[in-house]
């Protein structure tokens, strides 16, 4: 299973897949970065009149619900009418989800606009979505991991599509198949963005290899969380200096770096 | 005093004040960012929609008039007459008041709609509200010194509110409490962001300390100064590399270091 | 006429020129720390009732289409109906023109609003302005140099305006001059933005040299070039690392390294 994670990592930098996304603006810069870092093309077309039309020419679309304007807002259901049906992957980040009623909505209206491929949320968005009590501070997750694999099977079946909640441990579920990834590090929790910058490396990932959402969540998370404990033997403790290593780490690594250096648990439900 | 300021900085990392913020698209990362370095947790939620709920979950509120949409401009209003009875504190920074005629009218509109706990500028800023006159060129000041202190008694007698203004030496003014910030460094101003990115840790103070407002002015401003001056002793003038290191120098500042190098000057009107 | 260019860049930092941005919100961070190591002033105005007046200010405007809301649409058409009589001078970045048809209408109604001093995009971008067949991936171009010295003599003609165009070379035309800046590197496509922070470099350089466009471009993009090689001679190919240096590296270059680095083929048409 690994070895496929690692080619299909390989594949993002071969291929170099654009990756349509429409995400917030806090993070939106890095999101960039991080997609070049993967080896892909990221664009950020975000406007209703450009979005449809765009959407058709990428290789996978990653939607991130933070500081979503209403112009977003609409870009985001056109790209998903547009794209859905032709096999495009789309990824959405629910960011916020359990504790802004917006976003809730609005997740609901991209999920009956067409076939979300993959979910992918911090514990608490991904509890907070199969309906279990969940514990967020603002954007961030407070919330243990108790339970999260059951919230991604409820929430995978319910979408059919994957369900990723990112953690200490990463669950990734899809069908019968759950996967959790243990790398990382929890200095991710001190800067902002790990979790969109992951969202668009499992982006990067789904356009390599469209028809394995499975495997190209796992190998997304698996290569953002390695290139973030490469990071931090270097950096220390210190996020800004972190943060910029995350980038150099990712580029630098290779299919060959996840097969030696994930460790992901597999089991079937 | 500077102990209590160390102390609310300790208390900053311990309770982990979740502060909502509403700031321009230019530094919106580094805001979050730093709010983060400084132990507290940053949400950025600036829809009309979402921002009067958010508003009541949060621990402070920062309102920065940069890159200012119609949409955010209706969020703010709806945030200052949601938080401002609760007696959640509110900080704004009225970027370029005094340079756009549209910024000053909105900076009203918020002050009619509830009680602003802190007004943070540059000098010419500040000057400005105070109705003198100032010398700004665009968003930066090119103000000196002068007159400055007495801009801040006026502004924060008017308002009831605590006036900043950041220059060489921050002034911070409340009631008949006078205190001038001495530590720093110049090279904050060959960075965007230092005056959005400052009023970020204020705001972090005044989520873990709401009814010292004054002190825990003093305490973000200082904390962000002692980050600058230590990074600057690592990176020399090399602005880039500064902007790093403040994030790794505040993330590693206790009370302890505000109590031994904060350089402020207390008096009474 | 590299001693020109060498003088125009120490102007840029004695003068500190006010440059008006707007500019997409996946890299107005980086375009204004850019502009500031250049040493001159940036201010993201990017509001319709604002953008007029401010513009009038400024010496030089930056216009960068990418990311692009209503509001800062019309906040573009008001800063060129205000500022292009009084010979300010004012650069557009045509992003993604050539693949999203909204891009291309809106930039017809800027040139149709005011005389546009410079129109600078990649390689894909500017031929498409010519009518060329392009080759773009997204926003980024995998156009090769081919045909992009005479797309730059039909824009530049067409619209009497400087016409840039940024790849492996960089070619710039104007009346009847033609350069080829030949530095940089190619790990600038690693990071997003290094044509965006190229274009906030050139807008410094206009401000300072309002009556010397072409000089100005070329003395941008060397600049910014230079910087560039400078940067990933420390950084190697780490993508992260290398950006942060390109920040001091332009902060510290001054006309002396222009004119002993920079690497310019003249020639007239």
């Known amino acids: 299973m690994l070895k496929k994670c690692a080619e299909i990592w390989d594949e993002v930098r071969r291929e170099k897949p654009l990756i349509h996304c429409m ?9 960039a970065n991080i997609i070049l870092a993967s080896g892909a093309s990221p664009a950020m ?8 039309g765009f959407a058709c020419i990428a290789q996978a679309i990653y939607l991130n619900l ?13 790209a998903v009418k547009a794209a859905a ?6 990824i959405v980040d629910p960011v916020a989800c359990g504790v802004i009623p917006r976003k809730a909505g609005i997740l609901k209206k991209l999920l009956n606009s067409g076939q979300i491929t993959g979910i992918k949320g911090n514990n608490a968005e991904i509890k907070s979505l199969a309906g279990f009590d969940s514990n ?5 997750s407070l919330d243990s991991g108790e339970g999260v694999e059951q919230a991604c099977r409820i929430v995978a079946e319910k979408e059919n599509a994957v369900a990723a909640a990112t953690g200490e441990i990463d669950v990734v579920v899809y069908q019968n198949n759950v996967a959790k990834v243990k ?14 910058m992951a969202g668009g490396v499992v982006a990067a990932c789904m356009g390599a290899a469209p028809r394995e959402p499975w495997l190209a969540t796992i190998t997304g998370l698996c290569a953002f969380n390695i290139a973030g404990e490469r990071s931090i033997k270097v950096s220390g403790e210190n996020p800004g200096t ?9 580029f630098h690594l290779r299919g060959e770096d996840i097969l030696r250096e994930a460790r992901v648990e ?3 439900l």
């Open 242 to 250: 972190f943060r910029v290593l995350i980038f150099d780490n990712l």
């Open 136 to 140: 967020a501070k603002g954007v961030d």
């Open 183 to 196: 790398n990382g590090t929890s200095l991710f929790g001190s800067i902002t963005g790990a979790g969109c």
């Open 266 to 268: 597999i089991s079937q």
């Open 23 to 31: 995400t917030n603006y806090v993070t939106m810069n890095d999101v």
């Open 66 to 78: 933070g500081t979503l304007t209403g112009e977003k807002e609409l870009a985001m259901l056109e």
């Open 85 to 90: 049906d032709k096999g495009i992957p789309i």
């Open 45 to 52: 077309v975000d406007y209703p009149d450009e979005a449809g």
